[in-house]
């Protein structure tokens, strides 16, 4: 099946902060989607993104399919950025469901 | 539009029981799916179903299975608990069941405990 490989692993920002997360893949993918993990379990949508650029407040997300890669940008983080942030995506139908990478967690700090 | 809603939310067995959790998908979405998150494993997918019919399973023992209602709604069965399974168990929904086409949209989860 697909692999995905999201990096970096942990990341702690001070509040006000820019950052970067990737998410690379084996293959070329139909659906890609990224979400934000909250304390209490729930996975909360931020982009459904198999390609080009989207934009939401202070979020972004770009997917260049061609190389098989995937960014979401938080800029002026916020304490309430924290938690952990998977990309999730789909290259052959759904037969395998959605596969998850094994996240980044990030860690605003005051 | 009320989200996706999943209960119990929390849930204690004892190994050999068996559990049942219950997932109500977004008004006018047919297809679910479930998946399960441990800290060891991470998110896996379990399976799916559209229009009361399995489409797809992910690699899991017999001892998982699900069934969906007329209406969309999803239970997922667990029998004969292990340790192993205690887990977090995600719902999702969507319009239709090609997950290629279609955002999955997740709710809150079912933290089980076997003990």
């Known amino acids: 099946g697909i692999q995905v490989e999201q990096s970096p692993p942990d990341l702690i920002l001070q509040e006000g902060a820019n950052s970067t997360l990737r998410c690379n893949f084996s293959?070329?993918?139909?659906?890609l989607q990224w979400f934000h993990q909250n304390p209490w379990g729930q996975l909360i949508n931020l982009f459904y993104?198999?390609?080009g650029t989207k934009q939401n407040g202070r979020l972004s997300a770009t997917t260049v399919a061609t190389e098989r890669y995937s960014l979401l940008y938080i800029s002026s983080s916020q304490t309430t950025d924290s938690g952990v942030y998977f990309c999730a995506l789909d290259s052959g139908g759904g037969a395998d469901g959605l596969t998850f990478g094994k996240g980044t967690h990030l860690i605003i700090q005051p | 539009k009320a989200g996706v809603t999943q209960t119990p939310r929390y849930l204690i067995k004892t190994r050999g029981q068996q559990v049942t959790l219950s997932c109500s998908p977004i008004s006018g979405h047919r297809s679910v799916s479930w998946y399960q998150q441990t800290p060891g494993q991470g998110l896996q997918f379990l399976f799916e179903y559209f229009s009361e019919t399995q489409r797809n399973k992910g690699n899991f023992p017999g001892r998982f299975s699900g069934r969906q209602f007329s209406n969309s709604r999803s239970e997922m069965n667990v029998s004969t608990l292990e340790l192993g399974d205690s887990a977090l168990y995600l719902c999702?929904?969507?319009?239709?069941?090609?997950?290629?086409?279609?955002?999955?949209?997740f709710g809150p989860g079912t933290r089980l405990t076997v003990t």
């Open positions: 999702a929904s969507s319009l239709a069941y090609r997950i290629s086409s279609y955002e999955q949209y």
């Open positions: 293959d070329s993918v139909n659906n």
């Open positions: 993104i198999p390609s």
